[in-house]
């Protein structure tokens, strides 16, 4: 063994960290974009954010125009909200403000479907209240209405609305208590239990379902407070169109003349060119990721034209390499690019995620002609939506059904992606619906 050594010249990429950052913000929605913007602007004297350029346009729905988005008439057709609605109710029911103010960290602990997501031990620490007087507490903010919101369980939700409707009885309480053999359908062993008979049990059955197991999920869920889409889809005269959501995306512009001005103070030079400096590199990232985010949203669009004319079940079949191939990117930025963007579609707002599915084989057996993942995903849905409840369909027949029209398909596959999708397997669904006809 000898140690020798050598010299010898290579290149390498080193990540700057302007190029670190330029990468983060291909990843950044329009509104990170310009909350990104906005906390630049107040560190940098000569970074100006513009007001947005135009306002969202909405689709139409038959065939009518295209009219701007008005948030204020959309405040005032906006249905009240769960939060709001049941603050609304805190305000009379709590004149004292330190409950009020209790009050509102229970409201802080629910979740869309209304019952109450955060354990109460943690909802008392936080209040400084002792477990008794949580309950306490408690118990006085469930009766607001409707009766089941802020319930810890579905017996409880439930129980709530009985106490409410008067339909509290043994036998009603009894079955809230064997919940478990009702969801597996044993209605003879929960007869047994409940001391009843058949017909008995059955008539009670017929008012527990009357009750809402999710009674905050009539109510709006905050659609004002979602962020707006980042890309928006509209058909013209040479197809379809592709352009970026100006209205939650600022222009970055950079003040040369106040640099200029005070770049003239010697002591004052080094810092004007450094900011300056930030400023100029911020005008031209957002610039390029604006540019690369269209360029592969308009590649997207271009290749699930399908999709947008007829929906879920026509989506093409699409890979990353696929789109960084066409627009001349690398693979990595389409990925960062779709993570996180949303685009508004003739069909509905969703991700550009949503959009790449690999491709099944086809009746060749190769990918050639083979429908994507996704549609064969909403074939599924849809085959189970349209099944007779009484004979549901099994796996095999699915992947035979969807065969004899489309890619070949094997019965595990149909099981994983009924399993994706929250399907119940054939027999489950059939138990359910036994237990429905009931």
């Known amino acids: 063994m000898q140690f020798t050594q050598r010299t010898a010249q290579s290149t390498s990429l080193v990540m700057s960290g302007h190029m670190q950052q330029a990468i983060a913000l291909l990843q950044l929605s329009n509104t990170d974009i310009q909350s990104y913007i906005e906390k630049e602007a107040e560190e940098n004297p000569f970074i100006d954010v513009a007001a947005p350029a135009r306002a969202l346009p909405s689709l139409p729905q038959s065939g009518g125009a295209i009219e701007g988005d008005d948030p204020a008439s959309r405040m005032a057709d906006h249905p009240l909200s769960l939060y709001g609605h049941v603050a609304a109710q805190f305000d009379s029911l709590f004149a004292d403000p330190h409950r009020r103010v209790i009050a509102d960290r229970f409201l802080e602990g629910i979740d869309a479907n209304g019952w109450l997501c955060d354990p109460l031990e943690d909802i008392a620490a936080d209040c400084g209240l002792g477990l008794p007087e949580a309950e306490e507490m408690l118990r006085i903010i469930q009766t607001v209405e409707p009766a089941g919101l802020f319930a810890r369980s579905l017996a409880e939700c439930l129980g709530l609305q009985a106490e409410e409707r008067g339909m509290m009885t043994p036998l009603f309480r009894a079955i809230l208590a064997n919940l478990p053999r009702l969801a597996a359908a044993d209605l003879t062993g929960l007869a047994r239990v409940c001391g009843c008979t058949m017909d008995e049990l059955r008539a009670a059955l017929k008012e527990l379902r009357s009750l809402n197991p999710k009674p905050g999920a009539d109510f709006d869920l905050g659609e004002l407070n979602e962020r707006e889409p980042d890309l928006i889809v509209t058909r013209g005269a040479s197809g379809w169109q592709v352009e970026l959501n100006r209205s939650t995306l600022p222009a970055v512009q950079v003040d040369e003349a106040r640099a200029a001005e005070i770049t003239r103070d010697p002591a004052t030079r080094d810092y004007v060119g450094e900011r300056l400096g930030v400023a100029r590199w911020l005008r031209r990232a ?153």
């Open 286 to 438: 957002v610039e390029h990721r604006n540019q690369t985010t269209l360029a592969v949203g308009a590649e997207i669009v271009r290749r699930q034209s399908a999709f947008l004319e007829h929906g879920p079940s026509h989506i093409a079949p699409m890979t990353l390499a696929d789109v960084a191939a066409a627009v001349g990117v690398h693979e990595s930025t389409v990925s960062r690019v779709t993570t996180g963007i949303l685009i508004v579609t003739p069909q509905g707002t969703l991700g550009l995620k949503r959009f790449f599915s690999t491709a099944l084989p086809g009746k060749a057996g190769g990918t050639e002609g083979g429908a994507s993942a996704a549609a064969v995903r909403h074939r599924i849905q849809r085959l189970v939506a349209a099944e007779d409840p009484a004979r549901p369909l099994n796996d095999a027949d699915i992947a035979s059904a969807i065969s004899e029209g489309g890619p070949t398909l094997a019965r595990r596959t149909v099981a994983k992606y009924r399993d994706m999708l929250n399907i119940p397997s054939s027999f489950q669904r059939k138990r359910r619906a036994r237990l429905d006809a009931v």
